[in-house]
């Protein structure tokens, strides 16, 4: 059985996170993810829409996702390939050169990233947008978080 692993924060999930763990699930018979926790988007510096939970639970509850846990620190990443003895660890090629300490645990490989897509670019609109617009999309990925917890 060959595992692939991958990291990320997944807030805001758009088309290019599910191209991404889709292309990874392709490589492998397993795919595991770590979702960036809370305190560890503090650490980086990032504010999430969504709660660690909440962000875990929409990946989790996608079709080519086997298994979710929660990322801490930047660390823990040669720890966790070698617990959960991971073949392929890949990511966003934003990140090209970023993981290469890795290759003497498992293959590392860096995915294109989908084009046109971006979080922080959504981020970046968003924060154009007047807050009556805001509550409006908040609403509205709450709808699709709602959908979400339906399906389980």
């Known amino acids: 059985m060959k595992t692939v692993l991958t990291y990320g924060t997944f807030d805001l999930f758009h088309v290019g996170h599910l191209n991404m763990l889709q292309r990874l699930r392709a490589m492998g018979d397993k795919l595991i993810v770590g979702v960036s926790s809370d305190t560890f988007n503090e650490i980086k510096g990032?504010?999430?829409?969504?709660?660690?939970?909440?962000?875990?639970?929409?990946?989790?509850?996608?079709?080519?996702?086997?298994e979710v846990f929660p990322e801490n620190n930047w660390q823990q990443k040669q720890q966790d390939i070698v617990e959960y003895a991971v073949d392929i660890f890949g990511i966003g090629s934003d990140w090209q050169g970023k993981f290469d300490e890795l290759e003497d645990l498992c293959q590392v490989v860096y995915l294109p990233r989908t084009p046109t897509i971006s979080t922080t670019e959504l981020k970046k609109s968003l924060s154009k947008v007047d807050a009556d617009s805001i509550l409006q999309i908040k609403q509205g990925l709450d709808s699709v978080l709602n959908i979400v917890k339906a399906i389980e």
């Open 46 to 66: 990032k504010k999430s829409l969504y709660s660690y939970d909440e962000r875990a639970q929409i990946v989790a509850a996608l079709s080519c996702v086997d």
